[in-house]
């Protein structure tokens, strides 16, 4: 992002899921509106997510099953499958089309039709990523909410170092099949030289590769991981974290479900509040709004979670000051 548009967003700063059972479908009234709901994740790891979904929908006076149906599609992490995914919903003909999960799912909607409203969630800059014209006026048939994730990578560094300092190298594990891991790259390269960090960077797209990763990871002698932000680990969490364990390296990820799941440390946007917003602004449409007329909203509440339990068993000190900074400690 350039410095500029870095300022511009800094700026505006200032301002049980699974797939809708089909003989539930059956018995809608054919007058009842529709979701189509687009994730790269799965449903496995998101039902907390879509349970905030629905607490937004119901606050703008939507219940599904009531008055609104919501048809789901999930990718698994599989960013291939979201095209064939979102032109088989815009088949449908949803009155809203949600697409969360991060740019994948956002693009593959946005190329799927020019009608239809599109409510996204992302991890970046949506006027960058060319999904709005701007945060206030977005313009077109898209709006949403950003997540930031993907702007708080060099923070993640700086924590992972302040947990483990004398850490020679530290690995980073980047999805390179993920649209912004170049950016991802950059500033993680950027900020290891702004402290003096030695890091390696392994990539992982597939299972296959997340193994080979870690095994790459041994193999250098990696202190510590920074697992950078993708919705792909998000579908694998629990085998990422336990092959942190496994390998004996003190991790930061982006979301507290990770450090809830074993990770030692996390830091990242409430999702749970970005997944509320979306459910809030897809109610907002199906009563008339524009999605041109809705700015796009960043959250901007942040939350660190440190583990201890999984301190203790890395036989890692935790310091008081990281202590003091932490929203909650999980003991």
Do not use: C
Request: net charge neutral; aromatic share 8%; charged share 20%.
């Amino acid at each position: 992002m350039s410095g500029m548009r870095r300022r511009e967003f800094i700026t505006f700063l200032g301002g049980a899921a699974a797939a809708w059972p089909l003989a539930a479908r059956a018995q809608q009234s054919p007058a009842m509106p529709v979701i189509g709901f687009l994730s790269s994740r799965s449903p496995e790891d998101s039902a907390h997510l879509i349970e905030a979904f629905r607490r937004g929908l119901s606050e703008g006076g939507f219940v599904a099953g009531q008055n609104v149906a919501i048809e789901f599609r999930w990718a698994h992490g599989q960013f291939d499958l979201l095209p064939a995914m979102a032109s088989e919903l815009v088949g449908r003909r949803v009155s809203v089309f949600v697409a969360v999960g991060g740019e994948p799912s956002a693009l593959a909607a946005k190329r799927a039709t020019s009608t239809i409203p599109i409510v996204f969630a992302i991890g970046s800059d949506p006027v960058s990523a060319g999904l709005v014209e701007s945060f206030n006026r977005p313009n077109g048939n898209l709006t949403g909410i950003t997540l930031q994730t993907v702007f708080m990578e060099p923070k993640r560094l700086g924590l992972l170092r302040d947990l483990v300092p004398r850490a020679l190298l530290i690995g980073v594990l980047l999805n390179s099949s993920f649209a912004l891991a170049a950016s991802q790259r950059q500033e993680i390269e950027e900020a290891a030289r702004g402290i003096g960090q030695r890091i390696v960077i392994v990539d992982a797209s597939t299972d296959g590769e997340l193994d080979a990763a870690f095994a790459e990871l041994a193999k250098q002698r990696a202190d510590a991981l920074l697992v950078a932000a993708s919705p792909y680990f998000d579908t694998r969490r629990d085998h990422i974290v336990l092959l942190a364990q496994r390998h004996r390296l003190p991790a930061i990820y982006q979301f507290r479900e990770f450090a809830m799941a074993g990770g030692l440390l996390s830091y990242g946007i409430a999702i749970t509040e970005g997944y509320r917003q979306v459910g809030i602004y897809s109610a907002n449409i199906l009563r008339g709004a524009k999605p041109a007329d809705l700015p796009v909203q960043a959250i901007s509440k942040f939350e660190l979670l440190i583990n201890l339990k999984t301190a203790k068993a890395l036989d890692i000190k935790i310091s008081d000051n990281l202590l003091s900074l932490a929203d909650e400690v999980i003991e």
